[in-house]
């Protein structure tokens, strides 16, 4: 037997093990029912990814390195997840229980908006839809919060662990909650780190022909439309807010992944443990380059600071992209605001937390001049802040991230983009 088989066979056998141990550690991060899952990477099955894309015989001796990098932030993204797994819950009825209007719909595509319908759409999506009670006759002029869910979640489960329906009732907004498709993937994981997607393809235009379909139906008012998610669910709203700046007028990033990073598997697990190793000014450039007219994007970026599944410094890299994005410089002061975690016993527990603003012009613009906010929030994992703690990755201490969303959110407007 010559010395190139024996060397083949070998790697052969290298092989088999990495996709046993690759398998091993994927099954209890992503191998329960969709309702037990929380929202965590967007991956497909390693069967068909992982293994043909990195351990192909012609790459020699390096490829078990590689994988073997990625396998260290496998393994602590399972950890993480194992330390706050919870029991799996049925989905209340606190949605349908709120007085306004409850709907849900399914999205084949359609005619778009103007220049949204640059990419086709993919697949067909369903989604549900909030109208707050003393508007549902008629939504006209109504501000639009669009909500994506995590990786695991449904639509209703990311809308009963924010709570946010509850908010937009009193303050009077609709909330849109589009929900990734079982076909697309079976984990309802949002394919954030594909590239054709980060440039606007895949899922960027169902989610924009869905937007576009509720804003000609209900007459929402197109200059406070806003976007936002949680860990996958954030990487998403970014994405589309970068694609369509016309369309968004603000973007909140829960525990986002850094933009522009991954495309693959286990480079989107490195990034979301390590940051992007290359740096995040590249993406933006990118942006920018292609949309040389691009407006201001005012963004709110929330974190926890004992986050094991995406590491903080992902927030400070989008804080990078953020003050770049708007032409700010990467030294630009900011106002910080520190508030103490709640007294040991209080009926109100919250963590302690520390917020820092971002400010554009003298203050004489009605809108906009706060473009960007960082908050950051201790003793907190991955988990929504003020969530309803009876679903896995939601905290029931405070502080209430929805309404930090909404409250900035509400200094924003879409003021007109000259052509």
């Given amino acids: ?30 191998g329960q029912p969709v309702a037990k899952s929380g929202p965590v990477l967007a ?84 989604y549900w ?16 919060i669009v909500m994506l869910h995590g990786c695991g979640q449904s639509a209703t489960q990311f809308a009963q662990g924010t709570g946010m329906n509850r908010l937009a009732e009193q303050k009077g907004y609709a ?12 984990h309802r994981c949002w394919k954030w780190y594909d590239k054709a997607t980060q440039q606007g393809g895949g899922d960027v235009a169902t989610i924009v022909g869905i937007i ?21 669910g954030a990487a998403m709203a970014d994405i589309v807010a970068l694609n369509h700046p016309e369309l968004i007028a603000a973007v909140g990033l829960y525990s986002g992944p850094v933009f522009g990073g991954g495309h693959s598997t286990l480079g989107a697990l490195d990034l979301m443990q390590h940051g992007d190793p290359a740096g995040s000014a590249g993406a933006v450039a990118e942006i920018l380059k292609r949309q040389p007219g691009f407006p201001a994007m005012p963004k709110i970026l929330i974190q926890g600071m004992q986050d094991k599944v995406v590491d903080p410094i992902n ?8 003050l770049q994005l708007n032409r700010m410089a990467s030294d630009m002061p900011s106002s910080t605001q520190v508030t103490p975690a709640s007294v040991a016993g209080s009926r109100k527990p919250a963590n302690g937390y520390a917020t820092s603003d971002y400010h554009v012009g003298s203050g004489s613009k009605p809108v906009g001049e706060l473009l960007l906010r960082v908050t950051r929030i201790e003793q907190l994992d991955h988990a929504w802040s003020g969530g309803d703690a009876t679903l896995p990755f939601n905290a029931k201490a405070g502080p209430d991230a929805s309404k930090m969303m909404l409250d900035f959110f509400a200094l924003q407007q879409r003021l007109p983009i000259e052509p």
């Fill in 1 to 30: 037997m010559s010395v190139a088989t024996l060397w083949l066979r070998s790697l052969a056998r290298v092989g088999k093990a990495q996709r046993r141990t690759i398998n091993n550690l994927f099954s209890p991060l992503l």
């Fill in 43 to 126: 991956v497909r099955t390693v069967r068909k990814n992982t293994l043909k894309a990195r351990a192909k015989p012609k790459t020699g001796l390096k490829s078990p390195l590689k994988v073997k990098t990625g396998l260290k932030s496998l393994v602590k993204v399972k950890v993480a997840l194992k330390a706050q797994a919870k029991p799996a819950t049925r989905t209340r009825s606190r949605n349908a229980a709120l007085p306004g209007k409850w709907l849900t719909d399914h999205y084949a595509g359609g005619p778009q908006l103007g220049a949204l319908a640059v990419h086709p759409m993919t697949h067909p999506m369903s």
């Fill in 129 to 144: 839809l909030y109208l707050p009670d003393k508007v549902a006759a008629s939504a006209s002029s109504l501000p639009l």
């Fill in 175 to 186: 909330v849109l909650y589009p929900q990734q498709s079982l076909t697309s993937h079976m």
């Fill in 212 to 232: 576009s379909h509720v804003i000609e139906k209900h007459g929402f008012d197109r200059s406070r439309i806003y976007i936002a998610g949680v860990s996958a």
């Fill in 315 to 322: 927030q400070r890299q989008l804080l990078e992209q953020g």
